[in-house]
T-cell receptor
Framework: KNQVEQSPQSLIILEGKNCTLQ??????????LRWYKQDTGRGPVSLTI???SENTKSNGRYTATLDADTKQSSLHITASQLSDSASYIC??????????WGAGTKLIIKP | SQTIHQWPATLVQPVGSPLSLECTVE??????LYWYRQAAGRGLQLLFY??????ISSEVPQNLSASRPQDRQFILSSKKLLLSDSGFYLC????????????FGEGSRLTVL
């Protein structure tokens, strides 16, 4: 069964600190993996996309990694800011364009 | 540039009442359009998608229906709402067939009482 599991479910960190969010998937065939950021009460916005051959990709203070062998991805946020408070959702695209969504990690940045 | 609009933003409806959520896309033609529902603590659930006018695919059998009367208009409806229909509804269009990035509207918060 195609599944995407994210951890932790929620996370609270102080402003300026770093954090790492995890995404484990069992999706076959694998096409790509995308991280979305969703502010409370808004629609998700894509942060980055990882294809099978990519190990690391950065978007400003966001760095995503992908290990296709262990079927794990992580999203690392450096020097967190209050505006980083949001839910971060991992989505894996299967070969038939089906999207498998994780439940998300709710990140709270405290001043 | 491409934009997507969704309304209303919030809606409180009694059980048994009808529902109509509207979504329009600008700046593109023949987009793939999607309706998702998001429940608290759960991943997005695909409800309907459409690849063209009048073409609707349903992913989950339920109390809802969708229609695409125009190329860039997608409507989510119900004749009689249930309590379980409460949730956050998101409309999206896809840009890029290969990478499949979805662009979402602002969402509609539906509360059924």
């Amino acid at each position: 069964k195609n599944q995407v599991e994210q951890s932790p479910q929620s996370l609270i960190i102080l402003e300026g600190k770093n954090c790492t969010l995890q995404c484990n998937y069992t999706v076959s065939p694998f096409s790509n993996l995308r991280w979305y950021k969703q502010d409370t009460g808004r629609g998700p916005v894509s942060l980055t996309i990882m294809t099978f051959s990519e190990n690391t990709k950065s978007n400003g203070r966001y760095t995503a990694t992908l290990d296709a062998d262990t079927k794990q991805s992580s999203l690392h946020i450096t020097a967190s800011q209050l505006s980083d408070s949001a839910s971060y959702i991992c989505v894996v695209s299967a070969g038939n364009y089906q999207l498998i969504w994780g439940a998300g990690t709710k990140l709270i940045i405290k001043p | 540039s491409q934009t997507i609009h969704q309304w209303p933003a919030t809606l409180v409806q009694p059980v048994g009442s009808p529902l109509s959520l509207e979504c329009t896309v600008e700046g593109t033609s023949n987009p793939n359009l999607y309706w998702y529902r998001q429940a608290a603590g759960r991943g997005l659930q695909l409800l309907f998608y459409s690849v063209g006018i009048g073409q609707i695919s349903s992913e989950v059998p339920q109390n809802l229906s969708a229609s695409r009367p125009q190329d860039r208009q997608f409507i989510l409806s119900s004749k009689k709402l249930l309590l379980s229909d409460s949730g956050f509804y998101l409309c999206a269009y896809k840009r890029g067939e290969i990478t499949g990035e979805l662009f979402f509207g602002e969402g509609s918060r539906l509360t059924v009482l």
